[in-house]
């Protein structure tokens, strides 16, 4: 059974790019949220995706958006980097209970953005 | 709002030492308890967990017990093993309203030496 996966495992970018991050939930799972982690901090929400729509949203800028496709997987893209943007920027899946509340999140190994 | 406060580290020990690292919370009603592990750049595993009061989460030779009395969660493990050495985050999940995300504490780095 495999667990979440993202990709790429590394991607270094320079000021004022965009990027695209990639992450499958892990099977049976229906939720994707992403995390962004400063070094030698906890992780902080950006915000979760399910059934295609965000569903909550953490304090970050516009310039974060994502999507989830029918599949479940999901995308997060940053446009026009700044340099406060290095992190590791986690993925973490769970399935919805009965009246809409989440399950234990699962994560993934995380992608590492270095912005020059 | 939601919070998670963790002892601060970083936690050196010998191995077969006693581990404890503390956790407390601030949240509204009663949320859903956990403790995650990050070894060197890797992600997150969850470690244990405890979705009511008195429950005992426990994996690996680690326990914690959701106290709500005292809004503690605190780690433990009798005899910490030298591949135990990583970061620990308390963190908790309050699903009430719309709110569906993890808050999590700043992280406890344990090193344990053998």
């Known amino acids: 059974d495999a667990g979440v996966t993202q990709s790429p495992t590394h991607l270094i970018k320079t000021r004022g790019q965009q990027v695209t991050l990639r992450c499958s939930p892990k099977?049976?799972?229906?939720?994707v949220s992403w995390y962004q982690q400063a070094l030698g901090q906890g992780p902080q929400f950006i915000f979760q995706y399910y059934e295609e729509e965000e569903r909550q949203r953490g304090n970050f800028p516009d310039r974060f958006s994502g999507h989830q496709f029918p599949n479940y997987s999901s995308e997060l893209n940053v446009n026009a980097l700044l340099l406060g943007d290095s992190a590791l920027y986690l993925c973490?899946?769970?399935?919805?209970?009965?009246?809409?509340?989440?399950?234990?999140?699962?994560f993934g190994p995380g992608t590492r953005l270095t912005v020059l | 709002g939601n919070s998670v406060t963790q002892m601060e580290g970083p936690v050196t020990l010998s191995e077969e030492a006693f581990l404890t690292i503390n956790c407390t919370y601030t949240?509204?009603?009663?949320?859903?308890l956990f403790w995650y592990v990050q070894y060197p750049g890797e992600g997150l595993q969850l470690l244990l967990k405890?979705?009511?009061?008195?429950d005992k989460g426990s994996n690996k030779g680690f326990e914690a017990t959701y106290r709500k009395e005292t809004t503690s969660f605190h780690l433990e493990k009798g005899s910490v093993q030298v591949s135990d050495s990583a970061v620990y985050f308390c963190a908790l999940l309050y699903s009430g309203g719309s709110n569906y995300k993890l808050t999590f504490g700043k992280g406890t780095l344990l090193t344990v030496n053998p």
């Open positions: 405890a979705t009511k009061a008195d």
């Open positions: 099977s049976g799972h229906d939720t």
């Open positions: 949240a509204t009603g009663y949320p859903s």
């Open positions: 973490a899946s769970s399935s919805v209970r009965a009246g809409g509340s989440t399950d234990t999140q699962y």
